[in-house]
């Protein structure tokens, strides 16, 4: 098992800009989330999704948009790319049952607006 | 918003010294994580803790959940060269569709 795979790994945009980070995991996963990670700060919540076709705001989504087609997949959509949305990006997934909190991680895509 | 503490943010200590870190909050968390996150690579789980006053070991990690679950610590024994990463906790509410409060990570270095 790969476990959760994200790409590109490094992409460097221009203000205005827009891309997807991609997100894909093969375990089964029903919830899987978007996470930023600033310098010095721990991972704040961008959008989280419990299962194919439902997703929902975390703590930052501005400025983001995500969907969930399917299981496997996560793409995390940034349209007008701005400076402050300079960070380090991170996929999970989780398996959702009782008690199963635990959250799987990709390895990040590292951002960079100029 | 509930918000995890935690302290020291930075830590760096010689190969051999133990060491304690801790996760605070006002919040009361259904469960709480450890996680460990090296250069360039995402959080990976230790240990998860459930009940209030549970301790658990792996390994020279020593990980303890407050009685009244609002606060964790971790201790190392003996501190590894290894070791050295940053320590996130992060907290679970019931009801919370699975979502964790991070801490904003304590940074552990150890010297050789």
């Known amino acids: 098992n790969a476990g959760v795979t994200q790409t590109p790994k490094f992409r460097i945009l221009k203000i205005g800009q827009s891309m997807t980070l991609q997100c894909t995991q093969d375990?089964?996963?029903?919830?899987m989330y978007w996470y930023r990670q600033d310098p010095g700060m721990g991972l704040k919540l961008i959008y989280y999704s419990v299962g194919a076709g439902i997703t929902d705001k975390g703590e930052v989504p501005n400025g983001y948009n995500v969907s969930r087609s399917t299981t496997e997949d996560f793409p995390l959509r940034l349209e007008l790319a701005a400076p402050s949305q300079t960070s380090v990006y991170f996929c999970a997934s989780s398996y959702g049952g009782q008690g199963a909190y635990e959250q799987y991680f990709g390895p990040g895509t590292r951002l960079t607006v100029t | 918003t509930q918000l995890l503490e935690q302290s020291p943010q930075f830590l760096s200590i010689q190969e051999g010294e133990n060491l304690t870190v801790y996760c605070n909050s006002s919040?009361?968390?259904?469960?709480l994580q450890w996680y460990r996150q090296e250069p360039g690579e995402g959080p990976v789980l230790l240990v998860t803790?459930?009940?209030?006053?549970e301790v658990k070991k792996l390994k020279r990690l020593t990980f303890q959940f407050g009685d009244a679950r609002k606060d964790s610590s971790l201790h190392i024994t003996a501190a590894q060269p290894g070791d050295t990463g940053l320590y996130l906790c992060a907290g679970a509410k019931t009801g919370s569709a699975r979502q964790l409060t991070f801490g904003s990570g304590t940074q552990l270095t150890v010297l050789p």
């Open positions: 919040s009361v968390f259904s469960s």
């Open positions: 375990m089964n996963h029903n919830y």
């Open positions: 803790v459930v009940t209030g006053g």
